[in-house]
């Protein structure tokens, strides 16, 4: 009965364990794979000696004790006993941490294959409750207007400096098959470099804890072809150039809502100017403390005094905390910064399809 327990312990451990834990690095173009290889090793053979022996000795208490047996005879003070363990203990520290230090001090790999320090591209990555925003420049810093929110999308072959910033708590960037984790701190930037090797979509998500939707906060790295990513950069300058951001203004006329498109904007199925908005990650059908789900905002909309429900949506989304519904933090919506990333019929739209949710 007993080894049956443990076979399927054993086996439930095996079928819990998520692929990602055994994807352990970057396989492609960012932090140097071998070193973090070496390191994985080495670490991963001590920890399995330790692992062996520390549960054979469990496994043999197991099997060699039976119910009702005596307690054994303790042991106290056995010097050579402890002064050994301890020393074992400090060596296997030593030999962990002189490799990890030896790593934390190399540079990227992209990074040192490149002569003069200066990338192809810039991105200038800025993490929020809870999305992404990506700003794109060519070299260091010369600007092309193009912005997107969860999709980087970047050529391969190319050396990339992303330029790793937060807008309001502490996110962690991380897509682990091209580098480790980089925290995104407000008011601090942090860099990785890139060089993507093999053209595909990589990815990753917020790996620092940072509120209700934390595991919402995914990253989509899109590598492209350089004469595939320049074509999308055309297209997107030009699309950048027409689209107007609806803004903060509240007297502005809207055009008249579709409510059908509302539905797909607000449920992430359609974007504008390629942003995404996922509204309905945090405002769903059931109740949830990340944001107000539909049913409460049909309450608040229609029980806002001195406001129409379209007037009172309106300033909800472009100016989220102009007014804070009760047991809500405004904090994350307004991190989104929606007023520059709708566009007045986007934001129609939407309040359009939130309208005929009221009725
Ligand atoms: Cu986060």
Redesign the pocket.
Known sequence: MKRYTLWIGLALLLLALPAQALAHGPSDGGADKGKIDDLFMIIGVMAMFVFVFVEGLILRVIWTRKRGDEEPEQDEGNHILEISWTLISLAIIAVIFVFTYRFMNTEYAAEAQNETGIPDLTVHVE????DWDYEYFRGEGEPTGVKTTTTLTVPTDRLILLEIT?RD????FWVSELAGKVD?VPGYTNTMWLNIDKPGTYQGN??????EA?SE?IIELVAVKPAEFEMWLSQKRAAAGQFVPVGTDLAIQLPTGDAERGARLFNGEEAINENTFGCANCHGTAPSPAGPSLAQIRQHMNAHEGYTAAEYLHESIVLPCAYEAEGFSCKAMQSSQFHEKLNAQGLADIIAYLLANGE
């Not at 708590?169 to 962690?172: A, R």
């Open positions: 993490g929020y409750m809870f937060s708590v502490q996110h962690s995104a917020c790996a620092e804890f940072c509120g934390h906060m």
